[in-house]
């Protein structure tokens, strides 16, 4: 009788853990299986992601010539817009010239992107192995892609270059959060359009 009693014991043992591993592998599997449904959130980056990370998130030296190819394949995953076949200028220049073509007088500009003529970088600012001025490329590639594909074509000047500033900052920062920068980025100024004036 002891013998039973200590082999039931036992059974129930080996039952519960068969059941505790059961239930813990099927666990597993019903997480691994929902991290792959687009739309399920998951707390693991998506393979593009980071391959991003990895290509773009260091500081080893990427060729400019490489790097523009490369961040514009990074919005051709993170944004909805077709990549144009042919990339933009981009030239580096006096801090002066990055004034004047974006701000008109003195200010803190370090890069503007201009309808035509592509994207004038501040001369400081080293993409090829500084994330951060990476992102601030890919901003000026951003309206680049923008202007590409007529976005926001039908609004007035001063309202369709708001709403791609915001667009163009949004994706800087989810850019900076992919390749793990700690550096956030934010478009702060308020909506300056005067109807009377814009019209």
Not at 8 to 37: F, G
Not at 94 to 117: D, I, N
Not at 124 to 152: C, G, I
Not at 177 to 194: F, H, L, M, P
């Amino acid at each position: 009788m002891r013998y039973l009693a200590y082999s039931s014991c036992q059974c129930l043992l080996i039952l519960s853990s068969i059941l505790i591993c059961w239930a813990l592998s099927n666990s597993v599997l019903a997480e691994e299986t929902t991290s792959r449904i687009p739309g399920v959130y998951s707390n693991y980056p998506s393979d593009g992601e980071r391959d991003l990370s990895n290509k773009l998130g260091k500081t080893h030296h990427i060729p400019m010539e490489v790097l523009i190819l490369d961040l514009l394949d990074a919005l051709d995953q993170i944004t909805k817009y077709r990549i144009p076949d042919v990339p933009p200028t981009v030239q580096k220049v006096a801090h002066s010239v990055v004034e004047q073509y974006a701000c008109q007088k003195p200010c803190a500009a370090l890069a503007v992107y201009r309808a035509g003529e592509g994207v004038y970088l501040d001369e400081s600012m080293t993409p090829e192995t500084n994330v951060f001025a990476r992102s601030v490329l890919l901003h000026e590639l951003v309206h680049y892609v923008q202007d590409m594909n007529d976005e926001l074509v039908n609004l007035k000047d001063c309202e369709r270059w708001y709403r791609r500033e915001q667009e163009a900052y949004a994706i800087q920062k989810r850019f900076l959060e992919i390749v793990g920068s700690q550096i956030r980025v934010a478009y702060s100024q308020g909506q300056a359009c005067d109807s009377d004036l814009d019209e």
